[in-house]
């Protein structure tokens, strides 16, 4: 059984950084490919972020890009997104999700495992 937990999120002023993580275990994770998604109040899920496992460069919704970015440490069986500049529209909860195909998805439903959610709220 996969188990994924997140961590890191909390209230920041707009401008502000926060960093996530999500902790994997259940699966080899160095063959996991990991993908970042949030869900805004009264909005569909929405993709954000992934890493494959292999080559291991990141993919990041345009909305994100240059603000935010995604991580991975093998070692510790965990992945990390930097998200700097934040801005109100950022506010959501944030999910980290897995799958074991090696090519990245920005479909949420070709992931079978997820955590249960990060909020992150971020003030104007």
């Known amino acids: 059984q996969v188990l994924l937990v997140e961590s890191g999120g909390g209230l920041v002023q707009a401008g502000g950084s926060l960093r996530l993580s999500c902790a994997a275990s259940?699966?080899?994770?160095?063959?996991?490919?990991m993908g970042w998604f949030r869900q805004a109040p009264g909005k569909e899920r929405e993709f954000v972020a992934a890493i494959s496992w292999s080559p291991g460069t990141p993919y990041y919704i345009e909305s994100v890009k240059g603000r935010f970015a995604m991580s991975r440490d093998n070692a510790k069986n965990t992945v990390y997104l930097q998200m700097d500049n934040l801005k109100p529209d950022d506010t959501a909860v944030y999910y980290c999700?897995?799958?074991?195909?090696?090519?990245?998805?920005?479909?949420?439903?070709?992931?079978?495992?997820w955590g249960q959610g990060t909020q992150v709220t971020v003030s104007s």
């Open positions: 999700a897995s799958r074991t195909d090696w090519r990245i998805s920005d479909k949420g439903g070709s992931y079978d495992a």
């Open positions: 259940g699966r080899t994770f160095s063959r996991s490919t």
